[in-house]
C-alpha cells in the first residue's frame, strides 16, 4: 500500500534496449521532499533510469508514478539538471533564471522575487547581466541549479552535476544545493558515482548493482547537517557504501 507522503514510485520497471536488459525490475518509493542519492557501478543504467523518469525513454515494463499517476513532465512539474552546461547562451544570468518562470507564466511580481532570491542564494546578483561565455564552469552550475529551483519544482532529477568541478567548488555548490532544497521542500533525485558527496547530500542512498540493474539496498543517512567529511560517522557511511559497490 502507497504510505500518503509517497511522491515517487517505481514498480517494476524494465527497460531493455533490443536483447540488452538495462533496468531490471526496479521498485522503490521516494518519499515527499526526500533527498535520494542514488549510486552505483559505472554504466549501471543510473541515467537510464532518469531518462525514463523524464519520458525520454519508454519503460519496457512497469511504470512510474508521481503523485500516483504516470510521471508526465508536461503535466508535472520536473526540472532536471544535466552534468553538461545547460545555460541558455543568448540569455544573461538573470534571464536565464527567470527563463521557466515566463514559460510557466509566473506573475512578474512573484517571478521578480523569485528571481532575486535565487540570485542571492547561489551568489550570483551581481552577474546578472553576464552572459554564460563570460562565466566560469562553477558559475554556469549555479544557473542551472537557481533556474532549476525558481520555479519550486515537485521533484528535481540531478545527472552528476558536479562531476566535471573540483573539489573544493564542488562542497561549496552542494551547501548552496542543500540550502535550496530545505527552503523549498522539493523532492531531489540525485545521481552520482561520487560516494563521498552520495553521504554529504542525502537523506537515504541507493544502491544499485551493475547490469541488468536492479535495487541493491537503500541505505538511510541520520548524519546531521551540516555534515563533516572527517567525522568517524561519515567515513563509516561513507566505506559501507563503498564496500556495497566493490562486491563488482
Known sequence: MENKDTKVKVVHLTKRFGDLLVLDDLNFEVREGEFLCIVGPTGCGKTTFLNSLTRLYEPTAGEILVNGVPVDPQKQNISYIF????????????QNIRFGLQIKKVPKKEADESVEEMLDIVGLTRFRGYYPRQLSISMLQRV??????????ELLLMDEPYGQLDIDLRFKLEDELIKLWQKTGTTVLFITHNIEEAVYLSQNIMVLTNKPTSVKTVIPNRLPLPRDVMSEEFVMLRNQVTDLIKWW
Do not use: M
Request: charge should be neutral; aromatic fraction near 18%.
Open 83 to 94: 552534468q553538461e552546461y545547460s545555460a541558455f547562451p543568448w540569455l544573461t544570468v538573470e
Open 144 to 153: 542551472a541549479i537557481a533556474r532549476a529551483f525558481a520555479t519550486r519544482p
